[in-house]
C-alpha cells in the first residue's frame, strides 16, 4: 500500500518499499480521497459537540469504517496509515501535529478512537472519560480479551463514586495487566479467569484517592 | 480554412525550450541530434503493433527554390483522432478526462506541452514539434498524414507568427488538404500514399543540412537507437537529395560488438524493495587501452528502445579505469513505466535523487564493482584481519554507531527489541524446537515464489510428568496481523513426537514487502507443579520461539554503520573513506592497510587506531548529518541537529569549520 503524507499542501507518497505502482497509487488516491471527504463532513457536526469522548467516538467510527473497506489491517503500511492520518484530520477536530506517542500505532490517537468503537457507547460511556480510556489502551493486556475488559469495567464502575482520575487508576489497570502478563487467556475459562483476576488484592482508599495492593484485612 | 492559436503555453518562447535541450547535448550539432531523438521518437511511439513495417526517413532536398529537410514514417497509425475546428476542440480531446485521449495524435500534434500520450509511451510531454519549427529558418513546418483509423488525410502547417509572436496553426482534412499541398508544393511533393506522418522543415537551418549532408546525424542515430536497430531491426534511412542510405546497426552497442573478453552480462535483477520491477539486462564492457567514440561514453539508460541518458561511469566508480567502462542498461516495462515518471521533459535525463531511479543507480553501481572485481581492474576484497583487530573495529563501530543515533542517524536497524533470553534456553525441559526451519538462501530475504521449509515447531517435554498442552503456531506481518494459524492439544510426554505447523510455506504474492514472523507458543492447559520446581498455571506460557523472514526486502542493519572493513589499495588518496552498503541501507567505513599512517598503527597500536577511525568516521557522520538537514530544510521540516543557519552556508571553508567544531564537541563529551 502506498502511503499519502500530506504536508504544506504538498503530498507525499510512501510505501515500504520505496515503490509503488500505478494501481497502488489510484487506490491509495481513492482511499485518503474517501479519509478526507469524511473527516470534513464530520467537522461540522462536531464542532458543536462538547463531549470529548463522544468526539472521539464519532472519529472512530469513519475510521473503523475505512479500515474495515479497505482492508487496511492486513497491509504492512498499516502503521505509517495510522501517522498519516493526522495530515488529513481537520483542525477543529484536531489542532495539534502528530505528538511522539501517536507514532506508535498502538498508542496513536486515532487508532485508539477506533478501538474504542469496539465497544458500544453505553459500554464506553460506563467506563469513564477519554483519559481513563486511554489509560486502558496503554495496556494492552486489558484490551486483548474482551472478558478482561468487562471485568475491568464492572470494577471501575464501582470506583465512580471515589471519583478517581485516570491517574489514579493507572496501577490498577496495572496491576491486571501484570496478573495476566504471561498467561494465553483464551484458553481459559471465564470462572478461570476470573478467578485469577479477583486474585488481585487491593482497596481503595478514598481519602488520599489511591488504590492499595496486597492489602491484608485485619 | 481554420486558423488556430496554439492553446497552451503560447508566450513560451521556443529559446527557453531549445535550451533545456541544448544543456543535455554538448556538441556543435546539437539541433541536429535532438531532431533525430525527438522525430524518431514520436515515429517509433506511433508504429503499428510492433514496428514489423515501421519505417522512418530523414530526408534533406535542395533544388532552386525548392530547400526542405524532413522526416517520413511509414507502418505508423498516422495523425489519429478528432480533426479540430477550434481550440477547445484540442482541449477537448486532450483533456484527462477523454478515455480516448492516447488516440488523439493530431490534437497532441497542434498542442504545446500537452500530450495524448501515456506514461507508458515513449514522449510524452509534446515538447518535440518546438524542435522541427526551431529547425527552420523561416519557423515554419508543413505536415501531412494519412491515417490509419480512417483513411482521412490532413495537410496543415505550423509557424511562428512574427508580427504576434504567436506560433499559429492550420488544419486541412481531404479534399481540401489534397488541394493545399499542390497549391503548397506544385509538383515537387505528392500527397501521402501509405499510411503514416510527415513533417517538413522550410528552408531547414545550416547546421541540420550540414549533418545530413555530412553523415553526422547518421552516428547520433546510431548511438541513441542501437536497441531497436539490433532488435526490431528496424529500418531507418537518410535521403539526400534523392539518394537513400540506410542507417546500419551500431558497431559499438550492444556491448558483444566489441567482441571484447572483458564484458559482463549481469541478466535479470529484481528491485530490491519491489519485486514487480526488473532490470532486464545491464551490459558493461571494458574497452583497456582503446577509447570510447564520444556518443558512447558512460552507461546508456535505455527506454522504449531509446537511450534517454549517458550516465557517466566515472562518477559511479572513482577509479582511474572507470572512464573506459561503457554499457547499457534495459528494464522491463513496469520498471520503464515508473522511470518515466522521474524524466527530464526533455528526454534526456532522469531526476536521480528520486525513487526508483536513485535505486537504479545503486544497482549499476554494484554491478560495475563486481565486473571490475571479475576482471582484475580493481584487485581490493575484504581482507581477514586478526581476532584482535576485529575486535577493535566492532568496538569502534559500536561506538560510532551510538554518536550516529545521537544525531538521529539510525540507519535502519535501531528498533533493537529485547530478547527474551530465558526463553531462548535450549536446556529448558519444556520447549518447542524450531529447528527444521529453513531458509531458502543464506540471509533471511526471500522472494515471492520461494519455498520455506520445515515452519513447523515440535513440542518436547524431558520431564517424567505427561502434561496437557495447547501448541499454537501462526505468521505475523508487520502490523501484527495474523495471517494462518495451526493450534493442537497435546497430552505431552517425553515419548511425544508430534509437529504443529507446516511442512513448507510457499511465498506467495499475499506476502507483500516486509517482515514476517513465524510464531509458536507451549501453553500450559493445567496447573503443573513437577517435584516444586516447575511451576505453572493454566494459560501460562511456557515457551515462545519464534523465526523471521523478510519478503522482498533486507533485514534491517544494526545501526548506521553496518560494518569497518580493511582494504588494500595502493592509490594515495585512499586513507579511511566511507561507502555506501550494498544493502543500500547503511554504510561502511573503509580503511586503507597500505596507508602510511594506518600501517605504522596495525598490530601494533589498536588504541590509536581506534581514535583515528573515530575521528574521521565522525567527520562522514557530521557530514552525512548535515547533507540530510540540509534536504530536511529544503523539504521544509525541521533539521535534526543542524541550525539553519549553519546549513544554508554555502563556503566550503565555513561548512569544514563548523563538522570539525561540532566533533571537537563530540570528542569532548567521549573524553569526560
Known amino acids: 500500500m502506498v502511503t499519502i503524507f500530506r504536508k504544506n499542501n504538498k503530498l507525499i507518497y510512501k510505501s515500504k518499499s520505496g515503490l509503488m505502482n500505478k494501481k497502488e497509487i489510484t487506490k491509495a488516491e481513492k482511499i485518503y480521497k474517501e479519509l478526507s ?31 474495515k473497506k479497505y482492508k487496511l489491517e492486513e497491509l504492512n503500511e498499516y502503521e505509517s496509515f495510522w501517522i498519516s492520518v493526522y495530515d488529513y484530520v481537520p483542525k477543529l477536530i484536531q489542532k495539534n501535529t502528530i505528538p511522539k506517542r501517536s507514532i506508535n500505532w498502538k498508542q496513536n490517537h486515532f487508532y485508539q478512537c477506533m478501538q474504542m468503537t469496539k465497544y458500544n457507547w453505553k459500554t464506553v460511556m460506563s467506563i469513564g472519560n477519554w483519559s481513563i480510556w486511554r489509560e486502558i489502551f496503554d495496556n494492552k493486556k486489558i484490551i486483548e480479551d474482551n472478558r478482561i475488559l468487562s471485568w475491568v469495567i464492572e470494577k471501575l464502575k464501582k470506583f465512580k463514586k471515589y471519583k478517581l482520575g485516570h491517574k489514579d487508576i493507572r496501577p490498577f489497570l496495572y496491576a491486571v495487566s501484570n496478573r495476566l502478563k504471561k498467561i494465553d487467556t483464551s484458553v481459559l475459562t471465564q470462572k478461570e479467569l476470573y478467578y485469577k483476576l479477583d486474585q488481585i488484592n487491593f482497596r481503595i482508599d478514598p481519602l488520599n484517592k489511591k488504590i492499595e495492593f496486597n492489602y491484608v484485612q485485619k | 480554412m481554420t486558423i488556430l492559436v496554439q492553446p497552451q503555453n503560447r508566450e513560451k518562447e521556443l529559446k527557453t525550450i531549445l535550451d533545456g535541450y541544448k544543456k543535455f547535448i554538448n556538441h556543435t550539432y546539437w539541433l541536429s541530434d535532438i531532431f533525430q531523438k525527438d522525430g524518431i521518437q514520436n515515429s517509433w511511439g506511433a508504429r503499428v503493433g510492433k514496428g514489423k513495417n515501421w519505417s522512418c526517413k530523414i530526408f534533406y532536398s535542395k ?9 517520413i514514417d511509414h507502418g505508423t497509425t498516422g495523425l489519429t483522432g478528432i480533426i479540430p475546428n477550434n481550440e477547445n476542440d484540442i482541449r477537448k480531446a486532450l483533456d484527462e478526462n477523454n478515455p480516448f485521449r492516447d488516440k488523439e495524435r493530431l490534437s497532441a500534434f497542434l498542442s504545446q506541452d500537452w500530450s495524448s500520450k501515456s506514461w507508458t509511451d515513449l514522449g510524452s510531454r509534446g515538447r518535440g514539434k518546438a524542435i522541427f519549427i526551431a529547425s527552420s529558418k523561416e519557423k515554419r513546418i508543413y505536415f501531412d498524414s494519412l491515417r490509419v483509423t480512417d483513411n482521412r488525410y490532413v495537410f496543415g502547417s505550423i509557424y511562428l507568427d512574427k508580427n504576434t509572436k504567436e506560433i499559429k496553426e492550420e488544419i486541412l482534412s481531404d479534399e481540401q488538404a489534397y488541394n493545399k499541398i499542390k497549391e503548397t508544393f506544385g509538383n515537387n511533393i505528392q500527397s501521402l500514399k501509405d499510411y503514416g506522418t510527415r513533417i517538413f522543415i522550410i528552408r531547414p537551418e545550416e547546421e541540420l543540412i550540414e549533418a545530413i549532408s555530412k553523415g553526422y546525424i547518421d552516428d ?38 566489441m567482441q571484447i573478453k572483458e564484458t559482463y552480462h549481469s541478466g ?12 532486464k539486462n545491464i551490459s558493461l564492457c571494458y574497452l583497456g587501452d582503446k577509447d570510447i567514440p564520444e556518443f558512447y561514453k558512460g552507461i546508456s539508460i535505455q527506454r522504449g528502445g531509446m537511450a534517454i541518458e549517458r550516465y557517466q561511469t566515472e562518477k559511479l566508480l572513482d577509479e582511474e579505469f572507470s572512464e573506459k567502462i561503457f554499457g547499457s542498461i534495459e528494464m522491463e516495462s513496469e520498471l520503464e513505466s515508473e522511470m518515466h515518471k522521474h524524466e527530464g521533459p526533455e528526454h534526456c535525463d532522469f531526476r536521480w535523487v528520486e525513487n526508483p531511479p536513485a535505486i537504479i543507480l545503486k544497482i549499476i553501481k554494484q554491478e560495475i564493482k563486481k565486473f571490475a572485481q571479475k576482471f582484475k581492474l580493481i584487485e581490493y576484497e575484504d581482507i581477514h584481519v586478526d581476532k584482535k583487530q576485529r575486535e ?15 544525531i ?112 509458536a507458543k507451549l501453553i500450559s492447559l493445567e496447573n503443573i507443579n513437577i517435584k516444586g520446581e516447575i511451576n505453572y498455571e493454566k494459560g501460562d506460557e511456557i515457551y515462545i520461539a519464534s523465526r523471521s523472514f523478510y519478503v522482498g526486502i533486507d533485514p534491517k542493519s544494526k545501526g548506521l554503520f553496518e560494518d569497518i572493513k580493511a582494504q588494500k589499495d595502493l592509490s594515495k588518496d585512499k586513507y579511511i573513506w566511507v561507502e555506501e552498503s550494498n544493502s543500500g541501507e547503511g554504510f561502511i567505513l573503509y580503511y586503507n592497510l597500505l596507508h602510511p599512517i594506518i600501517k605504522k598503527l596495525i598490530d601494533k597500536d589498536q588504541d590509536s587506531l581506534k581514535e583515528l577511525w573515530i575521528r574521521e568516521g565522525l567527520i562522514y557522520l557530521l557530514q552525512i548529518r548535515f547533507s540530510e538537514d540540509q534536504s530536511l530544510l529544503k523539504e521544509s521540516q525541521k533539521p535534526v541537529y543542524f541550525n539553519e543557519k549553519n546549513l544554508k552556508e554555502n563556503n566550503l571553508n565555513v561548512i569544514i569549520n563548523i563538522l570539525l567544531k561540532h566533533r571537537s564537541i563530540f570528542l569532548w563529551g567521549r573524553e569526560k
Not at chain 2, 533544388?63 to 522526416?71: F, M, S
Open chain 2, 408 to 519: 538521529g542517524l539510525k540507519g535502519l536497524g535501531w528498533k533493537n527489541k529485547k530478547r527474551n533470553v530465558e526463553n531462548r534456553d535450549d536446556n529448558k525441559p519444556l520447549r518447542l524446537s524450531f529447528s527444521d526451519f529453513e531458509l531458502p538462501g543464506t540471509s533471511p530475504r526471500v522472494e515471492v515464489g520461494d519455498l520455506i521449509k520445515g515452519t513447523y515447531v515440535k513440542p518436547i517435554n524431558e520431564t517424567d510428568k505427561k502434561i496437557q498442552v495447547l501448541v499454537r503456531i501462526f505468521i505475523l506481518n508487520e502490523s501484527k496481523k495474523e495471517l494462518c494459524l495451526q493450534e493442537k492439544v497435546i497430552q505431552l510426554s517425553n515419548a511425544t513426537i508430534e509437529k504443529i505447523g507446516w511442512e513448507e510455506i510457499k511465498i506467495s504474492e499475499i506476502y507483500t514487502p516486509g517482515k514476517y514472523i513465524v510464531r
Open chain 2, 268 to 279: 535479470l535483477i529484481k528491485l530490491p524493495k519491489n519485486n514487480e520491477l526488473k532490470i
Open chain 2, 63 to 71: 533544388k532552386n527554390d525548392y530547400d526542405i529537410a524532413g522526416l
Open chain 1, 37 to 67: 471527504i469524511n473527516l470534513s463532513s464530520l467537522e461540522k457536526s462536531l464542532s458543536t459537540e462538547k463531549n470529548v469522548l463522544r468526539k472521539w467516538y464519532k472519529v472512530g467510527f469513519v475510521l473503523k469504517k475505512l479500515v
Open chain 2, 220 to 257: 547520433f542515430i546510431k548511438s541513441t537507437w542501437w536497441e531497436i536497430l539490433e532488435k526490431y531491426k528496424a529500418s531507418i534511412e537518410i535521403v539526400l537529395n534523392g539518394k537513400s542510405r540506410k542507417i546500419e546497426n551500431s558497431q559499438i552497442l550492444p556491448v558483444n560488438k
Open chain 2, 392 to 406: 577493535t573495529e566492532l568496538n569502534t563501530l559500536k561506538e560510532l554507531n551510538d554518536f550516529a543515533n545521537k
